[in-house]
């Protein structure tokens, strides 16, 4: 059974850091799609990041280009959301999902995703 797990949430002041884990059991990141989305009260579930560990790719969603940044460390079969200068309105609960690679068209899509984590709530105070 594949399952995923996201942590590394908390309370942070705007401007500070926080560092997201993505880890599975019963499954590897090697040549998946990992992609990372978040869920504010009220509002729809969103692509945050995603990245690609076969092909490299890597996509962020335009408000958080230079601030956030999505690796991969094969040898911990974990993936990272490092999230930089934060602000109020990153408030939300994160979520991991995985895909094999090639099996999806875009992965900015929720639907495109085989396995979900449960989530980890963010919170930036002003």
């Known amino acids: 059974e594949v399952q995923l797990q996201a942590s590394g949430g908390g309370l942070v002041q705007a401007g500070g850091s926080l560092r997201l884990s993505c880890t599975a059991s019963?499954?590897?990141?090697?040549?998946?799609?990992i992609g990372w989305f978040r869920q504010a009260p009220g509002k729809e579930r969103e692509a945050v990041s995603s990245?690609?560990?076969?092909?490299?790719?890597?996509y962020y969603l335009d408000s958080v280009k230079g601030r956030f940044a999505t690796s991969y460390d094969s040898a911990k079969n974990t993936v990272y959301l490092q999230m930089n200068r934060l602000k109020p309105e990153d408030t939300a609960v994160y979520y991991c999902?995985?895909?094999?690679?090639?099996?999806?068209?875009?992965?900015?899509?929720?639907?495109?995703?085989?396995?979900w984590g449960q989530g980890t709530q963010v919170t930036v105070s002003s």
């Open positions: 019963g499954y590897t990141f090697d040549d998946s799609a």
């Open positions: 999902a995985a895909v094999v690679s090639g099996d999806y068209n875009d992965p900015r899509r929720a639907n495109e995703y085989d396995w």
């Open positions: 990245i690609d560990t076969g092909d490299g790719n890597i």
